[in-house]
């Protein structure tokens, strides 16, 4: 009844940890996660590895890719554990799932923590709530284990929603997020700090390594970094300040002509987002110069003209990142071939970019809280 009440205010250890993403190829298909789990962990058990980063070893737990817009993994709440997808997200603290008791019509198709069945779980009188690009949530603040792979934090705060909205065939159940505790919007220590004020990661950092074309290979990592993930040296670029995962964009180039940030601008490095983002009068330009039509949503160009297409180049911090157009195109569930730019709604008085997904598949990216920075290297 308390729980109903107060429900009601709504309206590194020595380890590398590197935990696996997985790829679901469609997200027409209607398939059971906790089967889909059970047989990838049955082919992929977790196991240390040998490869060391400052004298620290190496665990893996895979991430799905879901048609090239989320990546997810498994992580378990409660006592004895509850396994939940969740997107890994860069842009955003908190870390929830669904209630047992939201309503919602998306709650009903997800994965709901049942309160009741977990003897480590604690409620407090805190709520809060989420506006996310593509949804939003409400939800309540309260403590449990949660367990990232071999991680644990005990009593650990996080979010259960209690309501939401906008999530409709997303095959994910919640949200990891792993900004800094600044942001969070219910105020609770995120996961990643708890751990590492904690000591349970020997570094202050994690990484992504985003697979392309295909359903498994993915990786997020805690606590060091898996040199096999990318090509060359790490390039570190300096955080614009500490507290957010954004960064210096020199330029924006299309065939050796500066078409954005012609000025310099920001960029958020966005493990949560499928697209490039920036403002809509150089996206349209973007759009313009590869001859892509709108369609709905999106901007769809011919699949048979995809390599003759520019790439578009990204200088950040005196390097360039080009971006080919096999990778800012995609296709949809019916083989047409559409970009991944999209305009970013946003007042800011400086031009800013997202660079979600289809940057990062091309670059491995490790994100440093000890030293504010962010490593970018040719993913292999």
Known sequence: MKWLVLLGLVAFSECIFKIPLRRVKTMRKTLSGKNMLNNFLKEHPYKLSQISFRGSNLTTLPLRNIWDIFYIGTITIGTPPQEFQVVFDTASSDLWVPSIICNSSTCSTHVRFRHRQSSTFRLTNKTFGITYGSGRMKGVVVHDT????????????????????????????????????????????????????????????????????????????????????????????????????SVHVDRITMKGEVIGCSDGCTAMVDTGSSNIQGPGRVIDNIHKLIGATPRGSKHYVSCSAVSALPSVVFTINGINYPVPARAYVLKDFTGNCYTTFKEKRVRRSTEFWILGEAFLRLYFSVFDRGNDRIGLARAV
């Open 146 to 245: 949660v367990r990232i792979g071999d991680l644990v934090s005990t009593d650990q705060p996080f979010g259960l929603s209690v309501a939401e909205y906008g999530f409709e065939g997303r095959r994910f159940d919640g949200v990891l997020g792993l900004n800094y505790p600044n942001i969070s919007f219910s105020k609770a220590i995120p996961i990643f700090d708890k751990l590492k004020n904690e000591g349970a990661i020997s570094e202050p950092v994690f990484a992504f390594y985003l697979s392309k074309d295909k359903q498994k290979g993915s990786v997020v990592m805690f606590g060091g970094v898996d040199h096999r993930y990318y090509k060359g040296e790490l390039n570190w670029v300096p955080l614009i300040r500490a507290g957010d995962w």
